[in-house]
């Protein structure tokens, strides 16, 4: 499971806890309602729970 924040293009509200992989990019906005596909690898990953989990995992590898 992952989730992402993604600032909509059109209105710029911040929706939050998108599932981009299962989606394909794809998004609703909360606020316009507007139906925006994200490119993969575009939208930047800004939860710190990710970014913890990512660094104890390079942590592991590296070890
Ligand atoms: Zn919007």
Request: glycine content about 10%; proline content about 5%; some cysteine.
């Amino acid at each position: 499971m992952s989730s992402q924040n993604v600032r909509c293009p059109i209105c710029g509200c911040l929706n939050k806890g998108l599932a981009l992989d299962e989606t394909l990019g794809w998004m609703e906005c909360i606020n316009c309602k507007t139906v925006v596909q994200v490119q993969p690898g575009k939208y930047v990953k800004r939860v710190p729970v990710i970014s913890m989990k990512e660094v104890s995992g390079l942590n592991k590898s590296l070890g």
